[in-house]
């Protein structure tokens, strides 16, 4: 056990306890329950469906994932939290396609895991619930933060020591416990310590990336008197500069050992890399500005990034929401192919137009064959 798992969280304390593991005895793991069928098929049966699945599950993991949701909630705020269960099988498909390949998840087994959750899962249902409920009350947050995980970070590496020939990828319950504690004393910075100033609230979700490192994505709200209004108090909390070797190298070398990466892909260096010559230099020619070097790379072609982006808020966002979403991206993102971007999300952007229309005019909603 870590230090920071401790149960009685003050320094004075002697004996230490620990009980993060079973609550000091209180908790009894039962034995595991069978799967549900349509699970238990998926994971039990070959053919080509299951064997398809069975390649795809982290995919289906990130489609399914409830995310560990954080927050207090006022009840007070929202009583009527909406859900697009009509489009819902739709929504979470389109979101895991391929472009290129045109590859994606199979709609009738995304289908199955949704009824199976409905019967199965006591807390399904309740999760499905409209986040953004509480930027209507608070209006938005001022700061979106991130928080990753890193396998290189010392603790797990001290922990991997005592185990021989092992690496992080192969006991990854040590990186989320160090993340875990991490977590908690980050926000116990935002929180207490109030390093951005005073906030009035706080949300966050853990999600889990691809190669199964977990990331934190926080709201944070301040109270009026601490709020960011011009773009030098925005550059006193965020900054893209390299801190001084001379002045600051502790800090200096946790940001160029854990924040710095060079090129992705069969483009991967070892190293990383601090200046902005490199990223911009493809096939051996000097890009004008990063946008062209993303070009170059593939990295903005078709503006596919922003068509995923709305596909993936399509999944939480309602219509209101999603509009503001596409114009915010034609007013302040520079979209490179806004007519791509609209011929691609039309169908979604429109979604709830006919019901409207229905309410406005007085006229029974009618949807075509």
């Known amino acids: 056990m870590w230090y920071e798992e401790r149960e009685e969280k003050s320094k004075t304390t002697v004996n230490l306890t620990f009980s993060h593991c079973c609550q000091g005895g209180k908790l009894l793991l039962p034995r595991f329950n069978e799967a549900p069928p349509p699970l238990n098929h998926l994971l039990s049966h070959n053919d080509a469906a299951t064997s398809k699945f069975r390649d795809q599950i982290r995919v289906y993991n990130g489609m399914f994932c409830f995310t560990s949701f954080g927050a207090k909630i006022d009840h007070s705020i929202n009583t009527s939290l909406f859900f697009d269960t009509q489009n819902e099988v739709r929504n979470r498909t389109s979101a895991f396609i391929d472009k290129e390949t045109s590859e994606g998840v199979n709609e009738q087994i995304v289908g199955n895991l949704i009824q199976m959750l409905d019967q199965y899962s006591s807390v399904a249902k309740a999760f499905r619930m409209d986040a953004m409920a509480l930027c209507r009350a608070y209006s938005n947050p001022d700061l979106f933060i991130m928080s990753t995980s890193n396998p290189k970070w010392p603790e797990i590496s001290e922990m991997l020591g005592y185990f021989p020939g092992l690496k992080s990828h192969d006991r990854p319950e040590i990186g989320t416990r160090v993340f875990k504690i991490k977590l908690a004393e980050l926000l116990d910075d935002l929180t207490k310590k109030h390093v951005f100033g005073k906030s009035r609230g706080v949300v966050y979700v853990i999600k889990f990336q691809k190669c199964g490192i977990p990331h934190a994505h926080i709201l944070l709200w ?148």
């Open 222 to 369: 301040l109270e009026e008197h601490c709020k960011c209004k011009t773009p030098s108090e925005i550059d006193d909390i965020i900054s893209t500069d390299l801190p001084s070797l001379t002045d600051d190298p502790d800090v200096y070398k946790a940001v160029t050992d854990y924040m710095l990466h060079g090129l992705c892909g069969k483009d991967a260096r070892n190293t990383a890399f601090e200046g902005f010559k490199q990223p911009m230099t493809v096939n051996k020619r000097l890009c004008a500005t990063f946008k062209e070097a993303c070009f170059a790379y593939g990295l903005l072609n078709d503006g596919k990034e922003w068509i995923h982006a709305l596909l993936e808020a399509s999944l939480w966002a309602l219509g209101p929401q999603l509009w503001d979403i596409f114009v915010t991206m034609l007013l302040f993102y520079g979209v490179s192919r806004p007519l791509k971007l609209w011929e691609e999300n039309w169908q979604t952007l429109s979604e709830d137009i006919l019901h409207k229309k229905s309410k406005l005019f007085k006229y029974p909603c009618w949807i075509p064959l």
